[in-house]
T-cell receptor
Framework: GEDVEQSLFLSVREGDSSVINCTYT??????LYWYKQEPGAGLQLLTY?????DMKQDQRLTVLLNKKDKHLSLRIADTQTGDSAIYFC????????????FGTGTRLKVLA | ETGVTQSPTHLIKTRGQQVTLRCSSQ?????VSWYQQALGQGPQFIFQ???????GRGNFPPRFSGLQFPNYSSELNVNALELDDSALYLC??????????????FGPGTRLTVL
């Protein structure tokens, strides 16, 4: 089956680290992505990881992938109020036909 | 370089009607994907077109169909509209398909309301 799940809400204080978690079920995923969606705006790709990698760091963002447990996380260091948004994880699957599967989204609220 | 644009911004239809949504890809992009995002949900992949051919499809019925034109602009057509089709419809363009370096650039979406 194809399912990507995330917790709905996360609230952190400005300057703290945020960790957003995601689990997926399709083991044939090739790439996993994190997108950010601000109110009234389109989706913005933040970062991605290839399915044979364990970790990827990109400035304040760290992506961890546990392929055995099908668990993906996004850590945002020194979270700022401008990071408040909805974060979606997504996987690309190429088993026969090509498709993207998005999670339900985690709403991150950063408190000043 | 212009970004991805979609038209119209908002649309109201009644059950049973047909609708066509339009997307203009970012300059130089040859791949377009369409998504349906219901309120409070993540985007659901409808299909992808690469060089005018359907390249992948999600779990949507055949009444959802698409076209990609030689200039890489695209249309999403939905026939026999149902109330559950009310959603934000997003298109995303990229160059080539599949790889992560081919970043998808999303348009602002078309909000469709079916009464």
């Amino acid at each position: 089956g194809e399912d990507v799940e995330q917790s709905l809400f996360l609230s952190v204080r400005e300057g703290d680290s945020s960790v957003i978690n995601c689990t997926y079920t399709d083991s044939s995923s090739t790439y996993l992505y994190w997108y950010k969606q601000e109110p009234g705006a389109g989706l913005q790709l933040l970062t991605y990881i290839f399915s044979n990698m364990d970790m990827k760091q990109d400035q304040r963002l760290t992506v961890l992938l546990n392929k055995k447990d099908k668990h993906l996380s996004l850590r945002i260091a020194d979270t700022q109020t401008g990071d408040s948004a909805i974060y979606f994880c997504a996987e690309s699957v190429t088993s026969g036909t090509y498709k993207y599967i998005f999670g339900t989204g985690t709403r991150l609220k950063v408190l000043a | 370089e212009t970004g991805v644009t979609q038209s119209p911004t908002h649309l109201i239809k009644t059950r049973g009607q047909q609708v066509t949504l339009r997307c203009s890809s970012q300059s130089g992009h040859n791949t377009v994907s369409w998504y349906q995002q219901a309120l409070g949900q993540g985007p659901q992949f409808i299909f992808q077109y690469y060089r005018e051919e359907e390249n992948g499809r999600g779990n949507f019925p055949p009444r959802f169909s698409g076209l990609q034109f030689p200039n890489y602009s695209s249309e999403l057509n939905v026939n026999a509209l149902e109330l559950d089709d009310s959603a934000l419809y997003l298109c995303a363009s990229s160059y080539s398909s599949g790889g992560p370096s081919n970043e998808q650039f999303f348009g602002p979406g078309t909000r469709l309301t079916v009464l």
